[in-house]
């Protein structure tokens, strides 16, 4: 009968790998377009040499100066301000006598996929229906339609799996709806904490222990005496609904490769920064970029695009990628102060500050 307790009728744990149909879809009018073009999946395979994405001219030097010597005080100005141990006074009145600009290109390849994976859940069960297996065969993870977040956002969902329930007896006691009590471990009774279990006391003359009587043993008032407690998870009742449960996980993944001028301007800093976007490119699956001007940007656009459908491509689905290319303003500054020559770098579109030596920093003495 459906509304009867019946067995476990899940077949699925764990990870799921999509179908192969489904790699790489993200809809109806990507899957004809993939149809369409071959059926290019994002299952983890060597990228084709003949597949590429061609770029024209750059939009941007990277030789043009993006910030103004105005701009360059100011930006030094507000970084000094923030330090507690920085004079302002060499900001204010440096000797620029250079502005150098070390601008460069960034790539970044995101790829937002969908994970599914399930596992078995509880809840206590007060009678009534049971969709269980008997009602209609339950769906396969992938078969589940669910409306998706906004494209390159993170986000998890917990969903139960129809006609996966079934009721089963409670684990944690074995379907007998109490477990032993664990401070005194199923005995009801407890050593007693005035003789220490000894029975007898010494003070002037020996005595018995009023508090147990000379048993060195009292109640164990944590379960009254009786050795168990009822099931916590079950209530009591020695029986729980099983149902299998499905998450599904949406993940931006992001991979970045930026071209090392090799001055002495740490590249780690750029992550903190945004650039000048000259190119977009979206697509349920892309291809590397080739006839770059910088040609390490091609190099690592292929790098990028082989990782993530190696890393990618084989339990989760790839629903769609974009990359792009930033120019990442950088300028170096070299100014003199009381004679000697100092530098510091401006970066990003935000025009944040890196110096490896301040002249105006105050001694602290402990």
């Known amino acids: 009968m459906p509304g009867a307790p019946s067995g476990p009728c ?19 009018d990507e899957n004809k377009s993939m149809n369409d073009t071959g059926g290019k999946s994002g299952q983890a395979e060597q990228l084709p040499h003949d597949e590429h994405e061609e770029f024209g001219p750059p939009q941007g030097d990277l030789n043009t100066l993006y910030v103004s010597e105005q701009d360059v005080k ?5 970084y000094v301000s923030s330090k507690h141990f920085y004079r302002s006074t060499p900001a204010k009145h440096m000797k620029i006598q250079n502005i150098i600009p070390l601008n460069t290109y960034r790539y970044r390849l995101e790829t937002f996929t969908e994970c599914r994976q399930t596992h078995r859940a509880s809840e206590l069960y007060d009678g009534g229906f049971v969709d269980s297996c008997d009602v209609a065969p ?4 992938w078969n589940i339609v669910v409306d998706p977040p906004p494209l390159f956002t993170d986000c998890k969902m917990h969903i139960p799996i129809p006609h996966t329930y079934s009721v089963e007896n409670c684990p944690d006691c074995k379907g007998r709806g109490t477990t032993v009590c664990p401070s005194c471990t199923g005995t009801g009774k407890k050593t007693c904490s005035a003789c220490n279990g000894s029975g007898s006391t010494w003070q002037e ?3 018995i222990c009023t508090f147990c009587g000379g048993s060195g043993k009292v109640s164990c008032f944590n379960c009254h005496s009786s050795g168990m407690l009822k099931c916590y998870r079950c209530n009591g009742t020695g029986i729980l609904l099983f149902h299998t449960e499905l998450t599904i996980t949406w993940k931006n993944n992001i991979s970045e490769h930026v071209v090392d001028k090799n001055s002495d301007f740490p590249i780690f800093h750029l992550q903190e920064v945004t650039g000048k976007g000259i190119f977009t490119d979206e697509h349920s699956l892309v291809y590397p970029i080739v ?3 910088e040609p390490s940007i091609s190099e690592g656009s292929r790098a990028c695009i082989e990782q993530h ?25 070299e100014y003199e102060w009381k004679g000697k020559l100092h530098s510091f770098y401006v970066y990003g579109n935000e025009k944040k500050v890196y110096t490896k030596a301040y002249p105006g920093k105050y001694c602290s003495v402990m």
């Open 138 to 141: 339950p769906p396969a993870p």
């Open 205 to 207: 003359d020996f005595h």
């Open 291 to 293: 006839n770059f001007p």
């Open 74 to 78: 100011e930006a030094l100005l507000q």
């Open 10 to 28: 899940s077949a699925y744990e764990g990870a799921s790998a999509p179908p192969f149909e489904l790699i790489g879809d993200s809809s109806t």
């Open 309 to 333: 459908r190696m890393q990618f491509g084989s339990e989760s689905r790839i629903v769609i990628q974009k990359q792009s290319i930033e120019v990442v303003p950088v300028t170096k500054v």
